[in-house]
């Protein structure tokens, strides 16, 4: 064969490369489309859904709309942010700070401002938007679950080290862990519901992936190949030197994969709670636009409520997986890691 | 009476018959005259339930003599063997008991230096407050025997009144133990009636979905964006926009339990099927089997192992799913008994929902692992303490199979 | 039966990981007869993996075909049935279901089918365990089932990627008489993969050598059989084995490097 039948060889394959790669993003973005074209045909007067499903515009309008102030929520939910002061509703992230904590500890001096409540007529515009609730709610959850890794992990792991900690946690976690986790979640509305709802949804989301967390060390942990381990031993290894280098980087992939488990629940989870009775954050809005069916936005604002926090969580989720593809390039699962 | 000779057969009949002798005696209150049964209503009283019982019992002692004694003796041997079986748990186990020992005797020293709080009921109540205390929180679950009005079933509408005097009619001096067990008891069924329906439902059109889509590639990847992105939306917090669009009865449930579980289940499949190792393909196809044949014989089976995660999970997720809608929504149901003990701030009352359910979901997973097991008995038995089942009631709340489904 | 295989200007380019693209087979040409037992020898990664692939079908060539007897290959087919390196016996299927396998995709006969296990059970010492799950067996015990397979299909032509790689010494000796056994009485065209000198010697009549993707030399087998150890330790064998090791480019420098 020539030279220039190789050349020809390769370009053909080069060309099929390229082909394939060209259909595989046309496929994605026809699905997405599709998705789209669904919801649309969902919302349509013909559709059993007609009153419930609203057209994605719709939704997507609403929410925009809503986002920063909100004259319609200042209108019809006057309630919609009571623990909100003057000096700090000027303050964007002082509002941030008093809803997060709580008013009752904002009152009795912790956080600076004027603990005497405003008149709710007087309160400034920008409390009524959906962005604070959300952003609230978000940060209550990122906090609940990192706690809760944090301290699962650090069970978990410490259980390689004192195996009695295991013999004590296991049976534990399986019995919290089998039961439907929500049903936790009044326990942690009664108790601090009212004065601290920060709590809430912190404490909850804080325990459920405390429960995740643990177990999904602790089988890490146990995956490690004993051959691995003890061809540490023989190179001469510590234990304190094994744990370090054996351990840690060892269960990163199914800690980290974990970790995706355990946040992809807190989002719901988090938000459940808070529709139980919290008075500031993203399920706040829920609940109070779940109780005005006859309204004509009430399904704009829920769907878009829900689908903000899908949207929420795919991209939370991306960044997870760019951050554990980096943390265990050198495994062949890690590299291959997808959405 | 010829003998019935299939074993799948005799169990099918005796479920058949467990709900046909009970339409038996409906009907035939006019002969017994024991219950009423006017108009469509049945009002339903222990007599009637005694009847069911005899009736009950009466199948397999009509259609297979030995084997009714057999399972009398079985469960008879069962509950004489408990206590050695206790016994030899705590020695072998010792720690387990010894945890559980800490942690229920640090709750009752909790209940004892915690804050009262303003509200009626302590906010952490101590064992006796929760179990005999007619204030506290098991004899306050005849509240709950208050809403049960009637079930409709076709051709006949339930009546309960005559069981246990309502409360709420009657006064709360009328509060009875049976009441309070025949609420337990009642809600359980709803609760997983729900569950049970939502949850088939969604399983087989998840794996039928699931197995279908990866058959062609392009249905394949068009799929991947759309269901990985309703896999991803916190179905929980959809469940206020659920009772919004779907109303408050075992439709809207079934509905909505059966998409959760389908959408998880169908992004689960799809990938245990891409997983399935491609030697096992290639080698089916040099083996001259064709396409259809080998995604029947090869890739199905070959995806089934790796099922097992994501059928837990699911589990999970439709319990979860169940008890918050019935918590958020309805009147009946276990989430409901929860709601109504919050209704009161009563966490007594709270509690023995809670352990309820826990006891349910253990028993729904300890059958899910069984039903898996016989289904993929060629697979090497697995082995290791940490398995998902311990925390799939949790896990599947998450609905994100994708992430973990190695095992 | 008897089709002779031809392999004509036979390319492959593949994508790898990177993106890049790597020529696995380069212009490859040779000519197969009826009944011969061919080893296909190389380095890892020089292309004999993808040169059965593409034989059986389950990987299209980018220029160039393959042809056996007077039809092109197109697709994966029971006319060449293989055998594969790792294990690929179903574990979801009975050791009896495995070798009906191929049987049951045609839709033969229940009887037929039936007295052609039994046969082939019977040839690799199995029937003891014909109703056992694969997981109860052993990994030798495992390829046989993969061989009894293959050869219950009734393909002329047999492939083999490297097929008794994972197991122990003794165990791939004894798969090696099993083998020639059923070679002789069925004279069936076989292609074996390996990098095992010893191994080729032991089986072949003919050694194709791979070398970049390249066919570079293709030396003819003529020792007698059985290939005993004095047979292997013969001038020819030693002969034969010199010339591989010298194609492969194996220098006094890098046996050192290892």
Request: proline share 5%; glycine share 10%.
């Amino acid at each position: 064969m020539t030279s220039t039948d190789v050349l020809d060889v390769r370009a053909r394959a080069k060309r099929e490369q390229r082909k394939r790669r060209i259909l595989n993003v046309l496929y994605l973005l026809f699905g997405m489309l599709l998705f789209f074209v669904a919801w649309w045909l969902l919302s349509l007067e013909a559709s059993p859904f007609y009153y419930d499903i609203p057209p994605p515009i719709d939704a997507i309008q609403h929410f925009l709309g809503n986002l920063g102030t909100s004259s319609e929520m200042r209108a019809k939910f006057v309630h919609a942010c009571p623990d909100l002061h003057p000096d700090r509703a000027t303050n964007w992230l002082r509002q941030v700070g008093s809803s997060l904590i709580g008013y009752k500890y904002t009152n009795e001096g912790l956080l600076p401002g004027d603990p005497r409540p405003i008149p709710l007529g007087q309160l400034p515009e920008g409390c009524y938007g959906y962005a604070i609730h959300l952003v609230v709610t978000i940060i209550r959850i990122l906090i609940g679950a990192t706690l809760g890794t944090v301290l699962g992990i650090t069970i978990g792991l410490s259980s390689l080290v004192f195996p009695k900690v295991a013999q004590v946690f296991t049976p534990v976690a399986s019995f919290f862990g089998t039961a439907p986790i929500f049903i936790a979640a009044p326990f942690f509305v009664i108790w601090f519901g009212v004065e601290v709802p920060i709590m809430t949804t912190m404490g909850l989301v804080t325990f459920y992936t405390t429960l995740l967390m643990y177990f999904f060390s602790r089988r890490a942990a146990e995956n490690i190949s004993v051959g691995i381990v003890e061809s540490a031993l023989t190179l001469g290894g510590s234990p304190r030197s094994i744990f370090r280098w054996v351990y840690l980087p060892g269960t990163v992939p199914e800690i980290a994969g974990g970790f995706r488990i355990a946040l992809a629940g807190a989002w719901g989870l988090g938000v459940l709670v808070e529709v139980l009775g919290i008075q500031v954050g993203g399920g706040h809005l829920i609940d109070i636009w779940r109780f005005l069916i006859g309204l004509i936005e009430a399904p704009s604002a829920l769907v878009a409520l829900i689908t903000f926090f899908g949207v929420l969580a795919v991209v939370v989720d991306g960044i997870l997986v760019v951050i554990i593809r980096f943390l265990t390039r050198w495994s062949e699962s890690g590299r291959r890691l997808g959405l | 009476m010829r003998r019935v000779q299939s074993p799948t057969v005799f169990w099918i009949g005796w479920l058949v018959w467990f709900f046909a002798s009970a339409y038996v005696l409906t009907f035939s209150s006019g002969l017994v005259g024991r219950w009423r049964f006017e108009e469509g209503l049945l009002y339903l009283n222990w007599s009637f339930f005694v009847g069911w019982a005899l009736l009950f019992w009466a199948y397999p002692f009509a259609l297979r003599l030995a084997d009714a004694f057999r399972i009398l003796k079985a469960v008879g041997r069962i509950i004489l063997s408990l206590p050695r079986r206790l016994k030899d748990a705590v020695k072998n186990n010792p720690t387990f008991f010894i945890t559980w020992l800490v942690l229920l005797t640090g709750w009752q020293l909790v209940s004892l230096v915690a804050p009262e709080g303003t509200l009626e009921h302590p906010l952490v109540p101590g064992f006796e407050y929760v179990l005999f205390n007619l204030d506290g929180g098991l004899y306050r679950l005849s509240g709950n025997w208050d809403l049960v009005g009637g079930v409709n079933l076709p051709g006949v509408s339930l009546r309960f009144g005559e069981l246990a005097p309502f409360p709420s009619l009657e006064g709360a001096e009328t509060r009875t133990w049976t009441a309070v067990w025949l609420a337990l008891g009642f809600h359980s069924f709803m609760t997983l009636s729900r569950l049970v329906v939502g949850l088939s439902l969604g399983l087989v059109a998840g794996l039928i979905t699931g197995l279908a889509i990866p058959y062609w590639s392009a249905l394949r990847q068009i799929s991947w964006a759309p269901f990985n992105f309703l896999r991803m939306i916190p179905l929980l917090a959809a469940i206020p926009w659920m009772q919004f669009a779907l109303g408050a009865g075992l439709r809207a449930t079934t509905i909505f339990i059966g998409f959760g579980v389908w959408v998880t289940l169908v992004v689960a499949t799809m990938n245990s099927v891409s997983n399935v190792p491609d030697r096992f393909i290639e080698s089916a196809r040099t083996l001259g089997a064709s396409r259809l044949y080998t995604y029947l014989r090869v890739i199905v089976p070959g995806a089934m192992p790796e099922l097992r995660t994501a059928l837990l999970l699911s589990g999970g997720l439709g319990w979860s799913l169940t008890i918050a809608g019935e918590f958020l929504g309805f009147s009946t149901g276990l989430g409901f008994m929860a709601a109504a003990a919050v209704q009161e701030t009563n966490t007594a009352r709270l509690m023995i929902v809670a352990i309820v359910v826990a006891f349910y979901s253990l028993l729904t997973f300890y059958l899910l692992n069984k039903m898996f097991n016989r289904m993929v008995s060629w697979m090497p038995q697995r082995t290791g303490t940490t398995d998902i089942s311990k925390v799939a009631g949790a896990a599947g709340a998450a609905s994100a199979v994708r992430v973990q489904t190695q095992e | 039966m008897s089709k002779v295989v031809s392999f004509e200007g036979l390319w492959c380019v593949f994508e790898h990981r990177s993106g890049q693209l790597v020529n696995a087979l380069q212009d490859v040409t040779f000519k197969v007869e009826p009944g011969e037992f061919v080893c296909v020898v190389g380095r890892s990664g020089h292309g004999k993996t993808t040169l059965l692939r593409v034989l059986a079908g389950l990987q299209p060539p980018t220029a160039g075909q393959i042809q056996l007897g007077e039809t092109v290959v197109s697709g994966p087919g029971a006319d060449r049935a293989m055998v594969f390196q790792q294990d690929t016996v179903f574990p979801w299927l009975h050791v009896r279901e495995n070798i009906e396998f191929g049987l049951r995709a045609m839709k033969v006969p229940t009887e037929e089918r039936e007295s052609i296990t039994a046969h082939w059970l019977d040839a690799v010492g199995l029937t003891d365990f014909a109703d056992s799950w694969p997981r109860e067996l052993s990994g030798g015990m495992r390829k046989r089932v993969a061989l009894a397979a293959a050869m219950a299909v009734g393909s002329d032509v047999i492939l083999m990627d490297e097929p008794f790689g994972s197991l122990d010494y003794f165990t791939r000796r004894n798969l090696h008489e099993v083998l020639l056994d059923l070679w002789r009485e069925t004279k069936k065209t076989i292609f074996f993969v390996t990098h095992d000198i010893e191994e080729a010697l032991i089986l072949a009549d003919r050694v194709i050598l791979l070398a970049e993707g390249k066919l570079v030399d293709d030396i003819p087998v003529q020792l007698s059989r059985p290939r005993d150890e004095d047979v292997r330790a013969s001038t020819d064998a030693v002969d034969i084995t010199k010339t591989i090791l010298a194609h492969l480019g194996i220098t006094e420098e890098e046996a050192i490097q290892g």
